[in-house]
C-alpha cells in the first residue's frame, strides 16, 4: 500500500453521515493507520476542493450532491459509474479513479437478506438513487422493472440505462392497480409518507421491499410491509462502505478483505451506534 493516508466523505450535508465510524472500525480491524473525517462540501466547491488535495490523500467517499460532479472530474470509471452516470468513490493517484460502490451495495444487502434471483422488481421514485437501484436489480437478475414517480418524466433519463442493461423499463401512476413483483425498492426522500390506501396495494404484491431510507426507522412505508420481508437502507449503507474499504486497500471493490464476515459485524456494531 501507499504512504497515502487520509480520506474522507464529502456532501452538503454530512454532519448526519456515518461514514465515519463505519471506515474507522474497519480499519482499525484491519490494522492501518488512516484517517478518516467529514468534510461539508457543496457543488460548487467540489473541484477546487479536489484540486487542493495533497499527495497524502488516499480518496474520498461523495455523497449528494457530488456523484454527478465526481463523475465528471474522474478520468477513469467502472462500469456502475459508467452506467448509473454517479460516483460516490474517488481513489487518488497516478489518475484519478471513479467508482459507483451503490449499486454494489443494493446487490449485498439484497443477497445477505437471501434474496438472489430476481425477475420482476418495482422502483418507488426516480430521484438519484434509482438508477444505482435499476443497475443492481440488473445484476441480481431482474428483466422487467416498473417504476412508479410523481414526476414520470424524470424516468425517461433511465430509458438508455435499461435499453442498455436488457430491462424492459415500463411506468404506471401511484394509483394503478398493482401486479405481483419479487422486489420492491423504495428510492423515495427520506420522510416521505404515502397515503395509506397507495402503499398498502403495493405491500400486497410488492415482494420483498428494499427501504433506501433508514433513518428514522422505520419508515412510514417500511412500517406497513410484512416486516419478514423488509431491508433497510441501512445495509446498502453498510456494504457499500466495505466495497468503498476494499478499492481504498486494493484498488478493485471485488477484492474481499481479510476475514471480511468478522470485518462487516465489528462495522455493523459501530454504524448502529449513536
Known sequence: MSDRRHLAVWGDPIGHSRSPQLHLAAYRRIG???TYERRQVGRDAFRDALASLDDSWRGLSLTMPL???AHDAAEELDRHAAL???VNTLLLGESLRGFNTDVGGIVDAFTHAGVTDVRTARI???GATAASALVALS???ATEVEFRARRPEA???????????GVRLTTAEFSSIASDVDVTVATLPSGTVLDADLAQPLAAVGGTLFEAAYAPWPSALAALWPQSNVISGFEMLLFQAVRQIRIFCFGDQRHELPDEAVTVDIMRLAGMED
Open 32 to 34: 492501518v493507520d488512516w
Open 67 to 69: 456523484k454527478e460532479a
Open 155 to 165: 424516468v425517461d433519463r433511465l430509458r438508455p440505462t435499461a435499453e442498455a442493461l
Open 139 to 141: 445484476d441480481l437478475g
Open 84 to 86: 448509473t452516470g454517479a
Open 124 to 126: 418507488l421514485g426516480a
